[in-house]
């Protein structure tokens, strides 16, 4: 599917938006680079964008791409939310739908900006993001502090940084001050690590990983095997992180829904008769095994409450 790019700016921010050459509203996918990307950053993106849409990985989209050079996002917050992505809704005609992805250093920034505004977003998607383990900085020893060797803003990555201004912008401490509102919210997380990652970054990405599921916030992980920061698995995890988007954004169709809807009628007779045309009933089947054990779920949650939580407590 052909695009356009167009080079803006706002706020004296540069920011590039990818627009498909399709009538209509379209979600809005701001993409967040890493420590050193620039809005040209989204040239490069450009075919592979377009090979998505056309092979059905991706449902056509705007992508928005700011500029944020060695600022990790730290006081972009408001500007991304309130001036940001309303100028690029307003300026392309985009739909309310609005997801994140984010790369390394702007996997943080995407993961601490949907934390601290969950309404705002169908989903958010973090590969590799730059994430340090703990709670409180202190609890970052010298394994996760090897990225700051790369420069960035002095009171979250300095010699000297402060202590505050971390731990108000660090996502886990952020989804633990906001998790009602992320579960209310119903927005989609997914976390993506390399395990053979040079800066040690999936350190951060299990660490927030664990405090969602103690959390009980719905989410996926994948800790990608034998991957590092970037190389050749960059642009397969980068498709999969997509693909992934694209799920949540594309609904069934309605003869899907029509599949399921008389599926779930034969399962509810006790699969009396043929199964009707079409019907994939893995999914049906699960549903209805579940119907049969909530009862068993209730019983056993009386005395123990954790039964009906998404993620046991470990």
């Not at 202590?163 to 912008?169: L, P």
């Not at 007779?269 to 089947?285: H, I, L, R, V, Y």
Request: aromatic share 8%; hydrophobic share 45%; glycine share 8%.
């Amino acid at each position: 599917m052909p695009s356009a790019i167009t080079l803006h700016e706002l706020a004296s921010i540069p920011y590039a938006v990818l627009s498909p050459d399709r009538a209509g509203q379209l979600p809005l996918c701001l993409l967040l680079l890493g420590a050193g990307g620039t809005r040209e950053n989204l040239i490069d993106l450009q075919p592979m964008f377009e090979d998505w849409w056309r092979d059905g990985v991706l449902p056509p989209a705007i992508v928005a791409v700011p500029s944020p050079g060695m600022d990790y996002y730290l006081q972009w917050d408001s500007f991304l939310a309130t001036e940001l992505i309303p100028a690029v809704r307003a300026h392309f005609g985009a739909s309310g739908t609005t997801f994140l992805a984010g790369i390394s250093g702007g996997g943080y920034g995407a993961l601490k900006l949907a934390f601290a505004h969950p309404q705002m977003f169908a989903a958010v998607a973090a590969m590799q993001p730059m994430l340090e383990p703990g709670l409180r900085e202190s609890d970052v020893g010298a394994r996760n502090r090897l990225h700051h060797v790369a420069g960035g803003p002095p009171q979250l990555v300095g010699a000297s940084r402060d202590a505050a201004v971390w731990e108000a912008n660090n996502p886990a401490n952020r989804a633990r001050a906001n998790g009602e509102a992320i579960r209310e919210s119903g927005i989609a997380i997914y976390i993506d690590a390399a395990d053979r990652d040079f800066l040690n970054a999936h350190d951060g990405a299990e660490f927030l990983h664990r405090t969602l599921w103690d959390l009980d916030l719905a989410h996926e992980y994948h800790l990608v095997r034998d991957a590092d920061h970037g190389g050749p698995t960059l642009r397969p995890r980068m498709r999969a992180m997509f693909a992934w988007l694209g799920a949540i954004l594309a609904p069934p169709a309605a003869s899907d829904r029509k599949i399921e809807e008389a599926t779930a009628q034969w399962l509810q007779s006790g699969m009396q008769g043929k199964p009707p045309a079409g019907a994939t009933t893995t999914n049906e089947f699960i549903q209805f095994m579940r119907s049969r054990f909530e009862p068993l779920r209730e019983k056993a949650a009386e005395p123990d409450p954790t039964v009906q939580r998404r993620y046991g407590l470990i």
